[in-house]
């Protein structure tokens, strides 16, 4: 039997220099898991980029491939929980970090990481969403948890046209809330109003903010991707009784702050986990976003469907923060 399959391998070339590329590797090269998957698609998120250019706060030890999603058949399951061809989900935990990823033909992981693929959902617009949806979702149940109605007013949300602010935007209009989409990419202002978005402004609108202990409030809720000074920035932007779901640092993981808006206006900073989240409270969300909150032709808007050979060089584009929507990692491309 031919148990050889493609995958992305990272390599540390020189000190530092780190090179992508896709090899033939074959199923003993995997962990001793009990799940084996057939993968049909991956996809690309900000934390895969950060393992393929060498963050070693993601993955420790190269050669290695990333890939923090995927979605395939059952090959085989030794611990008796799935049966072959029982297509599955998974997302987060340590897969692409340190347990081989997704950005490859077969993974093999504990069987505790994986769900059945909701009905409602295709494989590939289960990789649209991947853990950018879920996290975008997750970022949504904070909000409605901490009392979020549309007719409060306006929501932020931050970087906007990435994986994760994108399907927020899109999400949040599908909800009824008025979206205001922050983004370095006015470029792109055409692409968030169809995604719903109800206004977009430049990310330098919030800039001037940081040199002040509060602002005016300009906004009732926010989901914030991007971190580091932007959050506060946010956070002092709130009206009365507001709160932002926090998920991301593409800007940066440190921020300066002060009590203010928490003290006078009774802000919630709201964090969002969707990689150790346990996998019940992960299968929530995803009935969610397979039921009430499909999002319907915004799935292809945000989607663009590449294959595994391609996966380097829009992984490269991630990383410069230049990505715009979700890219789907198809593996019959
Ligand atoms: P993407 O790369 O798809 O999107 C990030 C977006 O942030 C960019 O497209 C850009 O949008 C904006 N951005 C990038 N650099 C900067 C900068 N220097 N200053 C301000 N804005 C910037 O990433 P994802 O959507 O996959 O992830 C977004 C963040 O969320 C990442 O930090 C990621 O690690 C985190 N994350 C956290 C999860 C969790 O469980 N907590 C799960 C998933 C992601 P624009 O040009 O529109 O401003």
Not at 45 to 63: C, H, M, Q, V, W
Not at 219 to 226: E, G, L, N, P
Not at 263 to 281: A, F, M, Q
Request: charged share 20%.
């Amino acid at each position: 039997m031919d148990d050889t399959f493609r995958a992305m391998r990272v390599e540390e070339v020189a000190a530092g220099k780190y090179d992508q590329q896709i090899e033939l590797r074959r199923l003993r090269d995997l962990p001793d898991n009990p799940l084996l998957l057939a993968v049909s698609h991956s996809s690309l998120n900000y934390k895969d980029a950060l393992s393929a250019f060498g963050n070693r706060a993601i993955t420790r030890e190269y050669p290695h491939t990333p890939g923090i999603d995927a979605v395939g058949e059952v090959v085989e399951d030794k611990s008796g929980t799935f049966e072959p061809g029982t297509q599955l989900l998974v997302t987060g935990y340590d897969l692409g970090m340190n347990t081989p990823g997704g950005l490859a033909e077969r993974i093999a992981i504990p069987e505790t990481w994986a769900l059945p693929l909701p009905s409602g959902l295709s494989a590939r617009e289960s990789m649209i969403l991947g853990t950018a949806g879920l996290t975008a979702g997750l970022c949504v149940e904070k909000l409605l948890e901490a009392g979020a109605k549309p007719e409060d007013g306006e929501v932020l949300v931050t970087g906007a046209t990435g994986g994760v602010g994108s399907i927020a935007v899109a999400l949040l209009a599908h909800l009824g809330f008025r979206v205001a989409a922050v983004t370095g990419k006015l470029e792109s202002a055409e692409f968030l109003t169809d995604l719903g978005a109800w206004k977009v402004l430049d990310r330098e609108t919030l800039a001037p903010f940081a040199s002040k202990a509060m602002v005016k409030p300009l906004w009732a809720w926010a989901v914030d991707t991007v971190g580091g000074e932007t959050l506060f920035n946010v956070i002092k932007s709130l009206a009365y009784g507001g709160g932002v779901a926090a998920c991301g640092m593409a800007s940066g993981a440190q921020f300066q702050a002060n009590v203010f808006p928490f003290i006078l206006r009774g802000i919630s900073l709201l964090g969002v986990d969707s990689v150790e989240l346990p996998i019940e409270k992960k299968a929530v969300v995803w009935e969610k976003l397979a039921g009430d909150w499909y999002i319907g032709e915004q799935l292809d808007r945000i989607a663009e469907d590449i294959s595994l050979e391609q996966a380097p060089e829009f992984l490269a584009r991630l990383h410069r923060g230049h990505g715009i929507g979700r890219y789907v990692v198809d593996m019959a491309l």
